[in-house]
T-cell receptor, first 112, second 113 residues
Framework: KQEVTQIPAALSVPEGENLVLNCSFT??????LQWFRQDPGKGLTSLLL?????REQTSGRLNASLDKSSGRSTLYIAASQPGDSATYLC???????????FGPGTRLSVLP | NAGVTQTPKFQVLKTGQSMTLQCAQD?????MYWYRQDPGMGLRLIYY???????DKGEVPNGYNVSRLNKREFSLRLESAAPSQTSVYFC????????????FGPGTRLTVL
């Protein structure tokens, strides 16, 4: 059974820092991986989707990479801002269409 | 373009009561999903509908029923609510199944007393 972990569970950084969030998975037979942000009391906002054939995707200050062989994805946030404070979740789909499996999330606080 | 909308936003039920959570999307997506989010358990799939007229069980379907009313709407029904169903419920949609980018609604916060 696919298991997804995200470390650290929480992270505080000063404004302006570059940071990396990690997502690890146990089964490398994935079809795609999606990163979301969730603000307190709100729904999930899609940030980036990486197909299994891709190594990375970029959107603005965000860059997500995927290394299936090592079972890892990272989300890089450049020049962090207080508005980036949220919980970041990764989720992935298996090659054989298994259910979308979510990680527990990393709660990010960017301090002014 | 509202994306994915859910009603109600909040609901309190007594054990044994029934209710239906509504979800609608205006992105012409084929697939729709219902998730629940619980502290320490993350998000788990309850049911999904790959296309209009089809529904399938997810990871935690017990105690729930769903109806794909048309391409836009997908409802989740609790026939006899239990305290274990206290949770935040999210609806999502995508173009074609689990292989595509999913878009989420704002959620329904349900408390069962």
């Amino acid at each position: 059974k696919q298991e997804v972990t995200q470390i650290p569970a929480a992270l505080s950084v000063p404004e302006g820092e570059n940071l990396v969030l990690n997502c690890s998975f146990t089964d490398s037979a994935i079809y795609n991986l999606q990163w979301f942000r969730q603000d307190p009391g709100k729904g999930l906002t899609s940030l980036l989707l990486i197909q299994s054939s891709q190594r990375e995707q970029t959107s603005g200050r965000l860059n997500a990479s995927l290394d299936k062989s090592s079972g890892r994805s990272t989300l890089y946030i450049a020049a962090s801002q207080p508005g980036d404070s949220a919980t970041y979740l990764c989720a992935l789909t298996g090659t054989y269409g298994q259910n979308f499996v979510f990680g527990p999330g990393t709660r990010l606080s960017v301090l002014p | 373009n509202a994306g994915v909308t859910q009603t109600p936003k909040f609901q309190v039920l007594k054990t044994g009561q029934s209710m239906t959570l509504q979800c609608a999307q205006d992105m012409n997506h084929n697939s729709m999903y219902w998730y629940r989010q619980d502290p320490g358990m993350g998000l788990r799939l309850i049911y999904y509908s790959a296309s209009e007229g089809t529904t399938d069980k997810g990871e935690v379907p017990n105690g729930y029923n769903v109806s794909r009313l048309n391409k836009r709407e997908f409802s989740l029904r609790l026939e006899s609510a239990a305290p274990s169903q206290t949770s935040v419920y999210f609806c999502a949609s995508s173009w074609e199944g689990l292989y595509n980018e999913q878009f989420f609604g704002p959620g329904t916060r349900l408390t069962v007393l």
